[in-house]
């Protein structure tokens, strides 16, 4: 899965050089992917934490320059990205109630790939590769994961769930924070390999260095 335009530039330059525009891009869009996750079923801190992931993977596959209103990401055509596209209401040539459209681009060896339109399309991005990574978890790659990857992943999202309604008792909230969170994280990061091993490095060193910056979005 991979889209034609690769940001060389990115990975070449030092992350510092452009912690101005991924600050701001944190800042103006980093609470409403959260929330949009929450809408979806992943609520609580799993969605603050992986849709940290997702807003940097955006962002890198989008570059910085682009329009918010045009997101393509690299998400081919068909099977788990077509699943998880028309699980947040969008079909080929249509608008949802939203407002966004998903049109198709091709790119110059001929690959086709999805393009959303639309006000926040960047955030609507997004959303559509955390939730895409669940599929991966869950459905469409699980052989890739390790069972306590793929354990500490659906388990994380039951009590993540539970804490974000204040129904989590003691002993599941530590187990959230300590034995789950570190194959918890391996597998979000194995996600994001497998999306595409384009800066997977940089995203997890960027999510880190950007720590105190979501936190403030969040706060």
Known sequence: MRYFLVMVFFLLAPVHANAKSIEEHILVSYSLVVDQLKSRGLGGPLAEEVGRFGLIRQLIEDGQNREHSVSIVGMSMGGANESVLKELGLTMGCTNEEGFTLKKVTSGEGETFYAVHGPRANVCSAVAITLLWDKYINHAY????????IEAWNMSKEISGKICCNQARPEEVE?????????RRKAIEKANRMYSPTAAQVITKIVNDMKEVFDFARF
């Open 175 to 183: 187990k959230y924070y300590g034995e789950l969170a570190a194959p």
């Open 142 to 149: 699980t052989s890739s994961f390790t069972s306590d990857q």
